[in-house]
């Protein structure tokens, strides 16, 4: 969005061709209907502010949501904004890298830096990093991502429960024997070890 135009005036009068710059009437004249402008101008922009998605509060945020046929449903205006701002990502997606981690940023509130993004024929995995979320919050947002992508992809979002440092970690002494409920590998009963992950 450019930003508002603060000198409707003097740009009015500068566009005068040479002969009319010096007519005092004519340039009395013209800045009566200039300053009429630049009223309007002051007046239509906060408006046009209000109305964005970033600054749009109540009934305006209701109006965007019947724009793309996304109701509230009992959201507060945060939780709301946040949700047109993922509808809009995924409206304008083309189904690129790029595209489907700005909803991924979006969705999961997490830098996509955070992710590891592979992409093979036809399917794309994305698996966290330095995150780990449960199936509760990888699973609708791996519904709003499936529909970010082209026809006929497949899109997994990986739920690894642990961070990368600690996913594998079955000691941390090669010579000390632990039996840990958060580290390493499960064993038969799941007393010990921690969880592999989901893919949704």
């Not at 709301?80 to 509808?87: F, K, M």
């Not at 509130?109 to 955070?114: F, K, L």
């Not at 079955?170 to 024997?177: C, D, N």
């Amino acid at each position: 969005m450019s930003d508002a135009h603060l000198t409707v005036v003097d740009d009015g009068i500068d566009r005068l061709i040479e002969q009319f710059k010096g007519s005092v009437n004519l340039v009395a004249l013209l800045t009566s209907y200039l300053n009429q402008c630049q009223a309007l101008e002051d007046a239509a922009w906060p408006l046009l502010g209000e109305r964005s998605l970033d600054n749009a509060t109540g009934d305006r945020l209701d109006g965007i949501g019947e724009l793309i046929n996304l109701p509230r449903g009992g959201r507060d205006d945060t939780a709301y904004r946040l949700a047109l701002q993922v509808e809009f990502a995924i409206i304008r997606s083309n189904g690129t890298e790029a595209a489907i981690m700005e909803i991924v940023d979006l969705v999961m509130q997490a830098p996509s830096t955070d992710y590891e993004f592979t992409e093979y024929a036809k399917t794309v995995v994305i698996r966290p990093i330095n995150d780990d979320f449960s199936g509760f919050t990888a699973n609708p947002a791996a519904a709003r991502l499936r529909r970010a992508v082209s026809a006929g992809t497949k899109i997994f979002l990986v739920a690894a429960l642990r961070l990368d440092s600690i996913l594998f970690t079955l000691s941390s002494s090669a010579t000390v024997l632990q039996t840990s409920s958060s580290l390493g590998l499960a064993n038969d009963s799941q007393t010990t070890g921690g969880n592999m992950a989901w893919a949704y």
